[in-house]
Protein backbone atom coordinates (compact mmCIF):
# COMPACT_ATOMS: atom_id res chain seq x y z
CA UNK A 1 0.00 0.00 0.00
CA UNK A 2 1.11 3.37 -1.12
CA UNK A 3 2.47 5.58 2.22
CA UNK A 4 2.56 9.46 2.12
CA UNK A 5 4.89 11.32 4.47
CA UNK A 6 2.89 14.37 5.87
CA UNK A 7 3.83 16.81 8.58
CA UNK A 8 1.99 19.33 10.71
CA UNK A 9 1.88 20.74 13.92
CA UNK A 10 0.87 18.70 17.06
CA UNK A 11 -0.05 20.78 19.91
CA UNK A 12 2.67 23.76 19.26
CA UNK A 13 5.51 20.64 18.08
CA UNK A 14 6.73 19.51 14.27
CA UNK A 15 5.04 16.16 13.49
CA UNK A 16 6.31 14.12 10.75
CA UNK A 17 4.39 11.12 9.93
CA UNK A 18 3.57 8.17 6.93
CA UNK A 19 -0.02 8.08 6.39
CA UNK A 20 -1.57 5.28 4.66
CA UNK A 21 -3.35 5.35 1.51
CA UNK A 22 -6.99 6.80 2.61
CA UNK A 23 -6.01 6.64 6.61
CA UNK A 24 -7.80 9.17 8.07
CA UNK A 25 -6.52 11.98 10.90
CA UNK A 26 -7.75 9.73 14.10
CA UNK A 27 -6.39 6.33 12.68
CA UNK A 28 -2.73 9.14 12.28
CA UNK A 29 -2.86 10.13 15.90
CA UNK A 30 -3.89 7.19 17.24
CA UNK A 31 -1.91 4.54 15.56
CA UNK A 32 0.54 6.27 13.88
CA UNK A 33 1.49 9.23 15.98
CA UNK A 34 0.70 7.89 19.69
CA UNK A 35 -1.80 10.20 21.03
CA UNK A 36 -4.60 8.36 22.46
CA UNK A 37 -6.57 11.31 23.35
CA UNK A 38 -8.76 11.90 20.67
CA UNK A 39 -11.20 8.74 21.05
CA UNK A 40 -12.76 6.77 18.44
CA UNK A 41 -16.54 6.22 18.78
CA UNK A 42 -18.42 5.74 15.90
CA UNK A 43 -15.99 5.86 12.76
CA UNK A 44 -18.73 7.84 10.78
CA UNK A 45 -18.82 11.71 11.66
CA UNK A 46 -21.57 11.05 14.31
CA UNK A 47 -20.33 11.08 18.02
CA UNK A 48 -17.89 13.52 18.43
CA UNK A 49 -15.64 11.97 20.29
CA UNK A 50 -12.78 12.33 17.88
CA UNK A 51 -13.05 15.99 17.41
CA UNK A 52 -9.73 17.72 17.16
CA UNK A 53 -8.85 21.34 16.23
CA UNK A 54 -7.28 21.98 12.83
CA UNK A 55 -6.26 25.71 12.46
CA UNK A 56 -8.26 26.04 15.44
CA UNK A 57 -11.74 25.05 14.44
CA UNK A 58 -13.11 21.89 15.37
CA UNK A 59 -12.97 19.13 13.23
CA UNK A 60 -14.16 15.24 13.15
CA UNK A 61 -10.84 13.59 12.53
CA UNK A 62 -12.18 10.36 11.70
CA UNK A 63 -13.66 11.83 8.71
CA UNK A 64 -10.40 14.21 8.14
CA UNK A 65 -8.31 12.68 5.33
CA UNK A 66 -4.91 12.20 6.84
CA UNK A 67 -2.78 13.76 3.66
CA UNK A 68 -5.09 16.52 4.02
CA UNK A 69 -3.87 18.22 7.15
CA UNK A 70 -0.14 18.32 5.45
CA UNK A 71 1.58 21.95 7.00
CA UNK A 72 -1.79 22.64 9.19
CA UNK A 73 -2.04 23.45 13.25
CA UNK A 74 -3.70 20.63 14.70
CA UNK A 75 -4.27 20.43 18.79
CA UNK A 76 -5.95 17.63 20.28
CA UNK A 77 -6.74 16.93 24.57
CA UNK A 78 -3.37 16.42 25.03
CA UNK A 79 -2.24 19.61 24.29
CA UNK A 80 -4.65 21.67 26.57
CA UNK A 81 -2.74 20.72 30.20
CA UNK A 82 0.56 22.61 30.33
CA UNK A 83 2.45 22.36 33.55
CA UNK A 84 -1.14 22.59 34.70
CA UNK A 85 -4.46 22.08 33.71
CA UNK A 86 -6.11 24.22 31.54
CA UNK A 87 -9.50 26.31 33.06
CA UNK A 88 -11.83 24.65 31.08
CA UNK A 89 -10.32 21.08 32.63
CA UNK A 90 -10.86 22.50 36.08
CA UNK A 91 -14.33 23.51 35.60
CA UNK A 92 -15.59 19.71 33.89
CA UNK A 93 -13.91 18.13 37.33
CA UNK A 94 -15.70 20.61 39.79
CA UNK A 95 -18.67 20.42 37.92
CA UNK A 96 -19.19 16.73 37.39
CA UNK A 97 -19.19 16.72 33.87
CA UNK A 98 -17.85 13.34 32.99
CA UNK A 99 -18.91 9.80 34.41
CA UNK A 100 -16.73 7.20 31.52
CA UNK A 101 -14.99 10.01 30.47
CA UNK A 102 -15.05 8.82 26.37
CA UNK A 103 -17.23 11.80 25.39
CA UNK A 104 -15.11 14.28 27.25
CA UNK A 105 -11.88 14.92 24.97
CA UNK A 106 -14.12 15.79 22.12
CA UNK A 107 -16.62 17.60 24.46
CA UNK A 108 -13.23 19.79 25.49
CA UNK A 109 -12.03 20.73 22.14
CA UNK A 110 -15.25 21.87 21.06
CA UNK A 111 -15.93 24.53 24.24
CA UNK A 112 -12.31 25.43 23.54
CA UNK A 113 -13.10 25.96 19.80
CA UNK A 114 -15.85 27.98 21.14
CA UNK A 115 -13.94 30.37 24.00
CA UNK A 116 -11.37 31.42 21.50
CA UNK A 117 -14.25 32.29 18.62
CA UNK A 118 -16.58 33.78 21.97
CA UNK A 119 -14.75 34.32 25.11
CA UNK A 120 -18.62 35.24 26.23
CA UNK A 121 -20.97 33.02 24.88
CA UNK A 122 -24.31 32.66 25.74
CA UNK A 123 -26.15 29.35 27.28
CA UNK A 124 -27.41 28.48 23.59
CA UNK A 125 -24.05 29.29 21.85
CA UNK A 126 -22.19 26.69 24.13
CA UNK A 127 -25.16 24.35 23.30
CA UNK A 128 -24.84 25.21 19.47
CA UNK A 129 -21.08 24.24 20.15
CA UNK A 130 -21.27 21.01 21.49
CA UNK A 131 -24.27 19.44 19.88
CA UNK A 132 -21.81 17.49 17.80
CA UNK A 133 -20.90 15.60 20.39
CA UNK A 134 -22.83 12.79 22.06
CA UNK A 135 -22.47 12.25 25.97
CA UNK A 136 -24.45 9.04 26.93
CA UNK A 137 -23.93 8.69 30.65
CA UNK A 138 -23.29 12.47 32.15
CA UNK A 139 -25.94 14.07 30.53
CA UNK A 140 -25.55 17.71 28.74
CA UNK A 141 -26.02 19.91 31.82
CA UNK A 142 -23.12 19.56 33.87
CA UNK A 143 -21.18 19.99 30.69
CA UNK A 144 -22.64 22.93 29.59
CA UNK A 145 -22.67 24.27 33.06
CA UNK A 146 -18.70 23.99 33.26
CA UNK A 147 -18.19 25.39 30.11
CA UNK A 148 -20.67 28.07 31.27
CA UNK A 149 -18.32 28.54 34.64
CA UNK A 150 -15.25 28.85 31.98
CA UNK A 151 -16.70 31.70 29.99
CA UNK A 152 -15.82 35.33 31.30
CA UNK A 153 -17.82 36.42 34.03
CA UNK A 154 -19.75 33.03 34.01
CA UNK A 155 -20.76 33.66 30.77
CA UNK A 156 -24.43 35.24 29.38
CA UNK A 157 -27.70 33.15 30.69
CA UNK B 1 -14.46 22.44 44.72
CA UNK B 2 -15.23 25.80 44.76
CA UNK B 3 -17.53 26.84 47.69
CA UNK B 4 -20.26 28.16 45.69
CA UNK B 5 -20.58 24.67 44.29
CA UNK B 6 -20.25 22.99 47.75
CA UNK B 7 -23.53 25.75 48.41
CA UNK B 8 -25.11 24.86 45.78
CA UNK B 9 -24.67 20.80 46.19
CA UNK B 10 -25.75 20.86 50.03
CA UNK B 11 -29.29 21.35 49.16
CA UNK B 12 -29.00 17.79 47.30
CA UNK B 13 -27.61 16.15 50.56
CA UNK B 14 -29.73 18.49 53.33
CA UNK B 15 -31.65 15.18 54.94
CA UNK B 16 -28.02 13.23 55.84
CA UNK B 17 -25.94 16.51 56.05
CA UNK B 18 -23.76 16.45 59.27
CA UNK B 19 -21.33 19.71 59.05
CA UNK B 20 -19.04 18.02 61.78
CA UNK B 21 -18.04 15.27 58.48
CA UNK B 22 -15.15 15.45 56.50
CA UNK B 23 -16.91 13.59 53.39
CA UNK B 24 -20.66 12.06 54.06
CA UNK B 25 -22.71 14.57 53.07
CA UNK B 26 -20.46 16.26 51.10
CA UNK B 27 -19.32 16.66 47.30
CA UNK B 28 -16.36 15.33 46.25
CA UNK B 29 -14.07 15.18 42.84
CA UNK B 30 -14.18 11.62 41.06
CA UNK B 31 -11.35 9.51 41.74
CA UNK B 32 -11.00 8.60 38.22
CA UNK B 33 -11.80 12.08 36.77
CA UNK B 34 -8.34 13.45 36.18
CA UNK B 35 -7.79 11.11 33.76
CA UNK B 36 -10.80 12.00 32.20
CA UNK B 37 -10.32 15.85 31.30
CA UNK B 38 -6.65 15.12 30.04
CA UNK B 39 -7.93 12.15 28.00
CA UNK B 40 -5.21 9.84 29.46
CA UNK B 41 -7.81 6.97 31.34
CA UNK B 42 -7.11 4.29 28.98
CA UNK B 43 -9.80 2.82 27.33
CA UNK B 44 -10.33 -0.67 25.28
CA UNK B 45 -9.47 0.92 21.86
CA UNK B 46 -5.94 1.94 23.40
CA UNK B 47 -5.14 -1.59 23.35
CA UNK B 48 -2.76 -2.75 20.52
CA UNK B 49 -0.22 -5.65 20.88
CA UNK B 50 1.60 -8.20 18.40
CA UNK B 51 -0.33 -10.97 16.84
CA UNK B 52 -3.95 -8.68 17.14
CA UNK B 53 -6.11 -10.61 15.42
CA UNK B 54 -8.95 -9.11 13.36
CA UNK B 55 -12.26 -10.21 12.42
CA UNK B 56 -15.12 -9.26 9.82
CA UNK B 57 -18.73 -10.78 9.75
CA UNK B 58 -20.15 -11.96 6.63
CA UNK B 59 -23.52 -12.56 7.17
CA UNK B 60 -26.07 -14.83 5.21
CA UNK B 61 -27.69 -13.11 2.34
CA UNK B 62 -30.62 -16.17 2.38
CA UNK B 63 -32.60 -17.47 5.27
CA UNK B 64 -31.27 -20.97 6.63
CA UNK B 65 -28.69 -21.28 4.14
CA UNK B 66 -26.22 -24.34 3.42
CA UNK B 67 -22.62 -23.62 4.01
CA UNK B 68 -20.71 -25.43 1.63
Same mark, same amino acid.
Given at each position: ??? $???????????????? +????????????????????????????????????? +???? /???????????????? %??????? /??????? @??????????????????? %?? $????????????? +???????????????? +????? @???????????? | ???????? !?????? #????? *?????? *??? !? !?? #????????????? #??????????? *?????????? !???
Amino acid at each position: MPR $KPVTFTLNGAAQAAFT +EDGQNLLDLLRRGVGDLTPKYGCGQGGCGACTVLIDG +EPHL /SCLVLAETVEGRRIET %AAGLAGA /SLHSLQE @AFMDHFAAQCGYCTPGMRM %AA $KALLDRNPRPSRA +EVVEAISGNLCRCTGY +EPIIE @AILSVAEGGGRR | MSESMIEF !RKEFFA #DERDD *RLNEIG *RPT !R !RQ #DILGHVTGRSPFY #DNHLFQGLLHM *RCARSPHHAA !RIR
